[in-house]
Structure formats: C-alpha cells, structure tokens
C-alpha cells in the first residue's frame, strides 16, 4: 500500500522494542458527567482490559469523547471514578473517601495516559523532533539528547524518518497526526487514547494515519478509540462499545456489535454511518431513552457512605448514586 505524502510507516512488522509498554488496566464505575444543567455521561461501568483495543462508537453529543477526556481527568467527573491499574485518576483515596489530587499529581497521572486530539496540537515553533521530545525533557526530566533520539526512533516508526527538522506548517494534516501519535508514545504510555483521530483529514490522509493504529495494537499499549470509521473498528477491536445519549447501549465483540447487533439503536446509527448520513453535526435524539447495559454487581468489600461526609472529600459507594465531587483548595 502505498501512502502519499510522506514515507510509509511501519505496518508490517512489530514496533520498536522500545515503543512497547505494559498496557494498563483501564476501570469506569459508575460515572457521571455534567455541564451546568446538561448531563452529558449518564452512569458509565465499562472495564478495558491491558493491552486491548476498546473502539467507541456513538452519533454526536452521545457523550464518547467526554469519556474519553475524563480517563486521563482532562474533564473531571462528577460522579463515580476512574483507575488505571487500580490507582484512582484525579482523586487520593483515603479509605471510603475522595479527595481531589494537587494538579501536579495529575500531570504526573497523565504521563502514563496519552492522548491524541482531533486537531494536531503541535508546536508551530518547533520541528517535529522537538515537538516529540518536549514531552519526556519537561515531564520526566530526559536529557536533551536522548528525549531526541527516542523522537527520531517514534517518527521512524511512524514514517516520517525524512521529515525530523521539518516545522508543522511544512507537513499534511496526515504527516502532523503521526507527529502527534509519535508524541503520545513518547512517555511509553499504558492507555493511549485517540479522539476522532482521522476527523480533521482529508479522505485521501486518513489511510495513513489508520495504517500508524492499527501497527500500534501489537505493542501491548492499551488502546482506547474513538472513531466513525466503522471498516477499521471491525479490523482492530478486541471490543466495540456503542454509546447514545451518554449511556452505553451495548458492547461485545466486532463481530456481535457491528454485525448482528442486539439493539434497535445500534441497528440504525450503523445504517446511517454507511450510507453517509451521520455525517451531519448533530444526530436527531431517539423519541425515547436507549436501553443501557445492565451495571455489573458491586464487590462484597465495597467501601461503604459515611454518615457524614466533609465538604472537600466524597464517600465511594458503587450500590447507590455517588454525590457530586466537591473542588478542594489546592493547598497543603
């Protein structure tokens, strides 16, 4: 296959050793989400397990790419949590209680959480090496010269080996979403998340940038997508979850889901992705809620409410619907 413009990236063989990672496991218990009045995640259970590919699939405003952005705590919560890997994402637990983390304590959360954005986000001022190694040199203290050489190696791997010393205004959108996926990599993330990667290309670009993912499911990187490209969902996910009006209708396997799906809701958004139709900005709303995947049942040892909560921390409790998240002051 050929790929215009740039080199080809590395689709037919594994990836660089040293691009592989310990995939992380991924737990969504009970969250919610809210923007002012408008509920925008209704209850998400899901559970993604290491190294797995996890598409998301759903019509505008169904609520996917918020969930996404509160796995790495971009957008917090405001009911239920997130883990990876059993550590709470955004929140110290202190036995049955919450309390929100200093914004240093995320960022250094967000090292092993990647993510790669609908538009590029890169650095206008810097090369595509600088843009890749400025990660690792601010975030984990990497000397210059090596944060440097591990960019050259991910822009390689992404086939852009004749393109280090070029500036982003010098690339296609297709060339500067590999810059981008070469940087998420560079903190040898365990969940890499991808938001509409292929959404601000032009149609001829997105083989390219397809090409990149699905090279990166052997790397052992747990990988959480989402994406109205339904051929690649089939082609990649361990499993494909279809999100309506921010709860998820079903989730399973490619083969279920996208082939014989049990839901009247999926049926339709489907048949509308192949004939072009979701397209538009907005999908029109169902004249009646979706029908939601049964929660999974609470663990025995699950920590309990206290009787009364402070204002700055929260009680865990996956049998009732968690309070709302209270801000505390970020000072010692």
Same mark, same amino acid.
């Given at each position: 296959m050929s790929l215009h413009p740039g080199t080809a990236p590395h689709t037919d063989t594994d990836p660089h050793p040293d691009t592989a990672s310990l995939g992380g496991l991924v737990e969504i218990r009970g969250v919610h989400k809210s923007f002012g009045d408008l509920e925008v995640l209704r209850g998400i259970d899901l559970r993604i397990d290491p190294g797995s590919v996890t598409v998301i699939l759903g019509p505008s405003g169904s609520g996917k790419s918020t969930l996404l952005r509160t796995i790495n705590h971009l957008e917090p919560v405001s009911q239920g949590l997130i %883990?990876?890997?059993? &550590?709470?994402?955004?929140?110290?637990? &202190?036995?049955?209680?919450?309390?929100?983390?200093?914004? @240093?304590?995320? #960022?250094?959360?967000?090292?092993s959480i990647g993510m790669v954005f609908q538009s590029f986000n890169l650095f206008a001022h810097m090369t595509a090496v600088g843009n890749v190694a400025e990660a690792p040199r601010r975030a984990l203290g990497v000397p210059r010269r090596e944060a440097e050489a591990r960019a050259r190696e991910l822009l390689t791997l992404v086939g852009l080996s004749d393109k280090f010393d070029v500036y982003p205004r010098q690339l296609s959108g297709g060339q500067q979403q590999?810059?981008? +996926?070469?940087?998420? #990599? /560079?903190? *040898?993330? @365990?969940?890499?998340?991808?938001?509409?990667?292929?959404?601000?290309?032009?149609?001829?670009?997105?083989?390219?940038?397809?090409?990149?993912? *699905?090279? #990166?499911? !052997?790397?052992?990187?747990?990988?959480?997508?989402?994406?109205?490209?339904?051929?690649f969902a089939r082609d990649v996910?361990?499993?494909?979850?279809?999100?309506?009006?921010? !709860? +998820?209708?079903?989730?399973?396997?490619? /083969? =279920?889901?996208?082939?014989?799906?049990?839901?009247?809701?999926? !049926?339709?958004?489907?048949? !509308?992705?192949?004939?072009?139709?979701? /397209?538009?900005?907005?999908?029109?709303?169902?004249?009646?809620?979706?029908?939601? =995947?049964? %929660?999974?049942?609470?663990?025995?040892?699950?920590?309990?409410?206290?009787?009364?909560? %402070?204002?700055?921390?929260?009680?865990?409790?996956?049998?009732?619907? #968690?309070?709302?998240?209270?801000?505390?002051?970020?000072?010692?």
């Amino acid at each position: 296959m050929s790929l215009h413009p740039g080199t080809a990236p590395h689709t037919d063989t594994d990836p660089h050793p040293d691009t592989a990672s310990l995939g992380g496991l991924v737990e969504i218990r009970g969250v919610h989400k809210s923007f002012g009045d408008l509920e925008v995640l209704r209850g998400i259970d899901l559970r993604i397990d290491p190294g797995s590919v996890t598409v998301i699939l759903g019509p505008s405003g169904s609520g996917k790419s918020t969930l996404l952005r509160t796995i790495n705590h971009l957008e917090p919560v405001s009911q239920g949590l997130i %883990s990876v890997d059993g &550590e709470v994402i955004g929140y110290r637990r &202190e036995g049955e209680l919450l309390h929100e983390l200093h914004e @240093k304590e995320v #960022l250094r959360q967000r090292t092993s959480i990647g993510m790669v954005f609908q538009s590029f986000n890169l650095f206008a001022h810097m090369t595509a090496v600088g843009n890749v190694a400025e990660a690792p040199r601010r975030a984990l203290g990497v000397p210059r010269r090596e944060a440097e050489a591990r960019a050259r190696e991910l822009l390689t791997l992404v086939g852009l080996s004749d393109k280090f010393d070029v500036y982003p205004r010098q690339l296609s959108g297709g060339q500067q979403q590999r810059v981008a +996926i070469a940087r998420a #990599l /560079a903190l *040898r993330p @365990k969940v890499l998340l991808f938001d509409e990667p292929t959404s601000a290309l032009d149609p001829e670009l997105v083989e390219e940038v397809l090409a990149v993912i *699905r090279s #990166l499911t !052997r790397a052992g990187t747990t990988l959480v997508i989402v994406t109205h490209e339904i051929s690649f969902a089939r082609d990649v996910a361990d499993t494909v979850v279809f999100m309506d009006q921010g !709860r +998820i209708v079903e989730q399973g396997p490619p /083969a =279920e889901v996208l082939d014989r799906p049990r839901h009247e809701r999926t !049926r339709a958004f489907l048949q !509308r992705v192949r004939t072009g139709a979701e /397209a538009a900005d907005e999908d029109p709303a169902p004249t009646s809620p979706p029908p939601v =995947e049964p %929660s999974p049942a609470p663990p025995a040892d699950a920590p309990r409410r206290p009787s009364h909560p %402070s204002a700055t921390a929260l009680a865990l409790d996956p049998t009732t619907p #968690l309070p709302r998240y209270l801000t505390e002051d970020h000072q010692s």
